[in-house]
């Protein structure tokens, strides 16, 4: 028989018939439902919880068993035919840096998340000492593999972009360096000059509200870019109504010969809410595998946005193109972040396994008369790996461990956790609970 580890949602719930574990659930669904109320004092609507989920989940699997594609990092990043070194580095974030000259930019996107940023407004006004940054990971003996310069927009500053990729060139020969620009203050002069400070890659952000005469000019500068540095890429979000016009984008970024696309979901980045309200965008529900307050600076996942991203990967396959595509959802982002709290040696708490897929921290829980019961066989086992938490009123145990208890009718939760740093140390944080039976919960499968 088959398992799947289960979400707890209303309707599922009524389905747990142990009470201490159906009340303890009910908490995070909960919490989940004050943070959707959060959400939409923006002004902005999520959409159903199913409402484009088995569409989705059915373009997905026909994907994956496409020798075209390539899934990642838990199907939350799909490739076609290739993928910048610098986005497969991203997934633990281990040796890559982004820094940024100012967040100065000509550009009004309503999509832009950088008023989110740390020290958004200083950085508008003042020059961020990126030389001090490269300049103190060298001194502290640290490996970079991939560099990166954002923005803003770093062309506004051509002088100092150049110094930057020279500077980092000279620090870490080996490093993969790149950059993100809109793309319509490229010249030729700046071009070379870029590839001559070593520069490798370059981003543009193509913008589908842009006027015609402006979307002909970044096009045009991506051909000038492709006869002087290495890997000429597109990164942008995915609009939900923007598929037709994507296609024809697609096709012409082919041509050119850009090297790979990477396609983005769109995101709402807590402010601006009039310019998605009156696109008609919802926001994706759940916008999370799991809720967490995530460092990544982009906002919540505007619904469609995904679906979109996905068909046009199979427009891919099956136009045959020659680019690369990449989709990189919101879930993707976040890997890099869940690594570096949750990286292996961490652990003090044998009940934890560090799944190597998504990198939370798993455990198994029973609660109320199942917990009394699971502890009793596990003590005539000889298990070690539990502890029994009588004021909750529920068991944890290491994962392996719960093979002790197939068959025996036991309610069990995964439970998803994250390590923490607080003023009292490092504390271990529960986000989620999923139902689950005892054959689900064997460590490979996490």
């Given at each position: 028989m088959e398992h799947m580890l289960q979400e707890i949602t209303r309707d599922s719930l009524r389905l747990i018939r142990e009470p201490v574990f159906r009340d303890y659930a009910r908490m995070y669904l909960d919490i989940y439902d004050g943070f959707i109320g959060q959400v939409e004092t923006f002004g902005l609507t999520f959409e159903e919880r199913a409402a484009a989920q088995a569409e989705t989940e059915a373009l997905l699997r026909e994907l994956k068993a496409r020798p075209e594609i390539a899934s990642r990092c838990e199907d939350a990043s799909l490739v076609y035919r290739r993928i910048s070194s610098a986005c497969e580095a991203c997934?633990?974030?281990?040796?890559?840096?982004?820094?940024?000259?100012?967040?100065q930019c000509h550009r009004r996107c309503f999509f832009c998340f950088n008023p989110n940023?740390?020290?958004?407004?200083?950085?508008r006004s003042e020059k961020n000492d990126w030389r001090g940054e490269l300049d103190a990971i060298r001194a502290e003996g640290g490996r970079l593999t991939h560099i990166a310069l954002t923005g803003g927009e770093p062309l506004l500053h051509p002088q100092d972009a150049e110094a930057f990729f020279r500077h980092a060139r000279a620090l870490f020969p080996e490093a993969h360096l790149r950059l993100y620009t809109s793309g319509d203050l490229l010249t030729e002069e700046l071009a070379s000059a870029l590839r001559d400070a070593g520069l490798d890659e370059i981003r543009f952000s193509y913008k589908m509200e842009d006027p015609p005469a402006l979307q002909e000019k970044v096009l045009g500068n991506m051909e000038l870019a492709r006869r002087y540095i290495?890997?000429?890429m597109v990164e942008m979000p995915v609009m939900p109504d923007a598929e037709e016009a994507m296609r024809a984008l697609l096709r012409r970024l082919d041509a050119i010969g850009v090297w790979c696309v990477n396609l983005l979901e769109l995101c709402f980045p807590y402010h601006n809410a009039s310019a998605f309200r009156e696109r008609g965008?919802?926001?994706?529900?759940?916008?999370?595998?799991t809720l967490?307050?995530?460092?990544?600076?982009g906002g919540l996942p505007v619904a469609g946005s995904?679906?979109?991203?996905l068909r046009l990967m199979r427009f891919a396959c099956e136009e045959g193109l020659e680019l690369g595509l990449h989709y990189c959802s919101l879930e993707n982002k976040n890997f890099g972040q869940i690594y570096h709290q949750n990286a292996p040696g961490q652990l003090d708490d044998p009940t934890l396994y560090f799944s190597p897929h998504d990198f939370y921290l798993k455990t198994v829980k029973a609660f109320g008369?199942?917990?009394l019961r699971v502890r009793r066989l596990l003590e005539k086992r000889g298990v070690e790996r539990f502890r029994y938490n009588e004021e909750g009123g529920f068991i944890q145990l290491h994962p392996a461990e719960a093979r002790h208890l197939k068959g025996r009718g036991v309610e069990l939760a995964l439970s998803v956790n994250v390590l923490e740093e607080r003023?009292?140390?490092?504390i271990c944080r529960e986000l989620k609970l999923l139902r689950a039976v005892a054959e689900d919960c064997e460590p490979e499968k996490l």
């Open positions: 997934r633990m974030g281990l040796g890559t840096v982004t820094c940024h000259i100012s967040f940023q740390e020290n958004f407004e200083l950085h290495p890997c000429v965008y919802l926001l994706r529900n759940p916008p999370y595998r967490y307050n995530f460092w990544y600076a995904e679906l979109v991203a008369a199942d917990a003023e009292e140390g490092r």
